[in-house]
């Protein structure tokens, strides 16, 4: 059964970059049409799409942050990652990564799998 | 970038009775939606996609219906593992958007 999790540090301080590793298990990041994506969701609020990858680094981001963001893939590990660089107090959410719906070998974007999160804080 | 609308932001009912949330796209996404629910503490969980299309292991009590830009969740007898936020996105293209939320609580 596919499964996602988060890793990665809960503390960020100001201006650094924000790395996080989401590790696929019971199934290859690498077969057929599947895309990876990350959400998060800051303390008490909505749920925003940051990007999505596919294992031969297709990749598509959200504009609004305006390309801090970049994801990457490592087919040897089973693990896509996502890095956000100059972050500041407003980047502190819970971090998702997750999977989109694959039918019949066509991508559909919604996600039909969610790792648990992982909460990360922007704070010095 | 469509945005998407959800009414009301909080919705009181009692256990056992019928629960409507709506959500509406600022352009037509076609059937391209889908409804998750989350729990306090807990990733989001797919219960519909293709506006009508129950994910995987969802109950019955969960339908969902519309197509273009207005689209209903029906949650029809609540029990009390129901309450919850409910989020609607469409993904008519990869740039998938989110609605704001409804949160259904216990009357």
């Known amino acids: 059964q596919l499964q996602v999790q988060e890793s990665g540090p809960g503390l960020v301080k100001p201006s650094e970059t924000l790395s996080l590793t989401c590790n696929v298990s019971?199934?290859?990041?690498?077969?057929?049409?599947?895309?990876w994506g990350w959400i998060r969701q800051p303390p008490g609020k909505g749920l925003e799409w940051i990007g999505s990858?596919?294992?031969?680094?297709?990749?598509y981001y959200n504009p609004s942050l305006k390309s801090r963001a970049t994801m990457s893939v490592d087919t040897s590990k089973n693990q896509f990652s996502l890095s956000l660089s100059s972050v500041t107090a407003s980047d502190t959410a819970v971090y998702y990564c997750?999977?989109?719906?694959?039918?019949?070998?066509?991508?559909?974007?919604?996600?039909?799998?969610w790792g648990r999160g992982t909460l990360v804080t922007i704070s010095s | 970038e469509i945005e998407m609308t959800q009414s009301p932001a909080t919705l009181s009912v009692s256990p056992g009775e019928t629960a409507i949330l709506s959500c509406r796209a600022s352009?037509?996404?076609?059937?391209?939606l889908a409804w998750y629910q989350q729990k306090p503490g807990q990733a989001p969980r797919l219960l519909i996609y293709?506006?009508?299309t129950r994910a995987s292991g969802i109950p019955g009590r969960f339908s969902g219906s519309g197509s273009g830009t207005e689209f209903t969740l029906t949650i029809s007898g609540l029990q009390s593992e129901d309450f919850a936020v409910y989020y609607c996105?469409?993904?008519?293209?990869?740039?998938?958007?989110f609605g704001p939320g409804t949160k259904v609580e216990s009357k």
């Open positions: 997750a999977h989109y719906g694959v039918i019949r070998g066509a991508i559909y974007w919604y996600f039909d799998l």
């Open positions: 019971g199934g290859s990041i690498s077969s057929g049409h599947d895309y």
């Open positions: 990858i596919s294992y031969s680094w297709n990749t």
């Open positions: 352009q037509s996404v076609s059937s391209n």
């Open positions: 293709y506006a009508s």
């Open positions: 996105q469409q993904y008519n293209n990869w740039r998938g958007t």
